[in-house]
């Protein structure tokens, strides 16, 4: 019965620290998203509003340069938070299973 409490506070401990490292990563992925999405949408909305006036309707690119900044970062804080969560979780689990083996 003691082997069981122990093992259940330890995936509790292991819980708590995963949610730590996922609001770390939500609030880097903020973070970086906010210093990111002007250099991205910078570097790609001249070559999107031209390929939808190209490729669509003339004028459509007036549209996408205003949908686009959005859609810039939505991306960037996916993919940062995304990458963030699952590097600091491999890390974490890495880390409780070193200490967890030398018991």
Partial sequence: MQMFSSSNR???????????????AGTLGIVIA???????????????????????VEGLGGMIRVIWAP????????????????????AILWVFGAVNSRR
């Fill in 34 to 56: 906010f210093l990111l999405t002007p250099q991205l949408y910078g570097g790609t909305v001249g070559w999107m509003a031209g390929y939808a006036d190209e490729a669509y």
């Fill in 10 to 24: 330890t995936s509790k401990t292991e819980k708590r620290v995963l949610d730590i490292g996922t609001i770390t």
């Fill in 71 to 90: 859609i810039v970062a939505l991306f960037c804080f996916t993919f940062c938070t995304l990458s963030i969560t699952t590097g600091t979780r491999a």
